[in-house]
C-alpha cells in the first residue's frame, strides 16, 4: 500500500524542479507557455493540500492530480460501505487484477464503520467498450466517473465508462483520490458528491526517466517507481540502464560487460529485467 501524502510530496518536488527549470530559461519579455501555467496551477493544488491537510481547495479545483478535463460536483458527503466492491461484466483480468489492488491502496484502515448516518455507496461499476487490451502511444484513454445520489434514487451509485481498459485504470486512480478515511466516524468517505468527471489525456505521451547507469536504483526502488507513476497517469517509463559511466545489465552475448558495474551488487540480470518489463507493464 502507498503513502499518499508521500506521493503527493515527491509530485510536488518533481513539478516544483520542472517549473523552476523552464522559468529560469525563459527571456524576462517572453510570455509564460500555456502548459507552464497550468503546471503550475496543479502545483499550487498540491502545495495547499500539504500545508492544510486539506484535499479540497478552491470551488474551481477537483482534489484530483492531474485535474480532469472537466467535472461537476456538488456539496453531499457519502460513505462507502463496509461491503463495497469494484463491479463488471468484462472478462479482463487485467481488470479484475486492478480491482484487488486499489482496494488495497484504498482500504488502508482495517476498523471501518458501518454508520447510518450518510448514504452508502456500496459498489462502482465499470464498462468497457472495447476489450481489445492492445497498449500503443494511441490507445484511447478516456473515462467518465460518475459517483452520487440522482433525484430518483435513494441509494448511491457509481459508474465508470471507458472505451478501453486503460482509460478504465486511470478512472480507478480517479475514484481512489476521492476516497478519504474520516478517523472521527471511522467510515472511508467522498466529499463534494455527486461526482461527474469527464477525463482524457492532455498529452499522448507522459513519462518519465529513470537514469541507472549513472545513479544505480535497486529492483525494488523501481517497482516503487513504478508503481508510483499511476498515481499521476503516467504512461511510459524511460529506463536508462547504461551508459559510458557505468555498464550494469547482464548480457548473455557479452557476459564481461556488466563487469564495468559500479559493483558486483550493482547490476540486473536478465531476469530483474523481464520482472519489471513483464510484471510492471501497467
Known amino acids: 500500500a502507498r503513502?499518499?501524502?508521500?506521493?503527493?510530496?515527491?509530485?510536488?518536488?518533481?513539478l516544483s524542479a520542472i517549473s523552476g527549470s523552464l522559468a529560469g530559461i525563459l527571456p524576462s519579455n517572453e510570455a509564460v507557455p500555456n502548459e507552464l501555467v497550468a503546471l503550475e496551477t496543479e502545483m499550487n493544488i498540491v502545495d495547499e493540500a500539504l500545508s492544510t491537510g486539506n484535499r479540497f481547495?478552491?470551488?474551481?479545483?477537483?482534489?484530483?492530480?492531474?485535474?480532469?478535463?472537466?467535472?461537476?460536483?456538488?456539496?453531499?458527503?457519502?460513505?462507502?460501505?463496509?461491503?463495497?466492491q469494484f463491479m463488471t461484466s468484462c472478462q479482463s483480468q487485467t481488470l479484475k487484477e486492478a480491482f484487488a489492488r486499489y482496494k488495497s491502496l484504498i482500504f488502508t484502515h482495517s476498523s471501518a464503520s458501518a454508520g447510518n448516518d450518510l448514504p452508502q455507496l456500496a459498489s462502482?461499476?465499470?464498462?468497457?467498450?472495447?476489450t481489445d487490451e492492445t497498449l500503443q502511444l494511441e490507445t484511447d484513454?478516456?473515462?467518465?466517473?460518475?459517483?452520487?445520489?440522482?433525484?430518483?434514487?435513494?441509494?448511491?451509485?457509481?459508474?465508470?465508462s471507458a472505451q478501453t481498459v486503460y482509460g478504465a485504470l486511470r478512472a480507478l486512480e480517479t475514484f481512489s483520490q476521492l476516497v478519504?478515511?474520516?478517523?472521527?466516524?471511522?467510515?472511508?468517505?467522498?466529499?463534494?458528491?455527486?461526482?461527474n468527471i469527464m477525463d482524457a489525456p492532455r498529452f499522448q505521451h507522459r513519462g518519465l526517466l529513470v537514469d541507472t547507469s549513472r545513479h544505480f536504483q535497486p529492483v525494488r526502488s523501481l517497482e516503487?517507481?513504478?508503481?508510483?507513476?499511476?498515481?499521476?497517469?503516467?504512461?511510459?517509463?524511460?529506463?536508462?540502464?547504461?551508459?559510458?559511466?557505468?555498464?550494469?545489465?547482464?548480457?548473455?552475448t557479452y557476459p564481461s560487460l556488466w563487469n564495468g558495474a559500479y559493483s558486483a551488487e550493482e547490476r540486473y540480470s536478465t531476469q530483474d529485467m523481464k520482472d519489471i518489463e513483464i510484471g510492471r507493464a501497467v
Not at 503513502?3 to 515527491?10: C, F, I, N, V
Not at 478519504?180 to 461526482?195: D, V
Open 3 to 14: 503513502d499518499k501524502m508521500a506521493s503527493s510530496t515527491l509530485l510536488f518536488c518533481l
Open 57 to 84: 481547495s478552491a470551488a474551481a479545483q477537483a482534489p484530483i492530480i492531474p485535474q480532469p478535463k472537466s467535472f461537476t460536483m456538488g456539496q453531499q458527503t457519502i460513505a462507502l460501505s463496509a461491503g463495497f
Open 124 to 130: 462502482v461499476s465499470v464498462s468497457l467498450v472495447s
Open 141 to 160: 484513454e478516456s473515462y467518465t466517473l460518475s459517483i452520487g445520489v440522482s433525484a430518483r434514487e435513494t441509494v448511491p451509485s457509481g459508474e465508470i
Open 180 to 195: 478519504l478515511y474520516n478517523f472521527t466516524s471511522g467510515q472511508y468517505q467522498i466529499r463534494g458528491a455527486p461526482w
Open 224 to 252: 516503487r517507481v513504478i508503481d508510483s507513476l499511476s498515481y499521476a497517469k503516467l504512461n511510459v517509463l524511460h529506463w536508462h540502464i547504461v551508459d559510458s559511466q557505468s555498464f550494469p545489465m547482464q548480457s548473455q
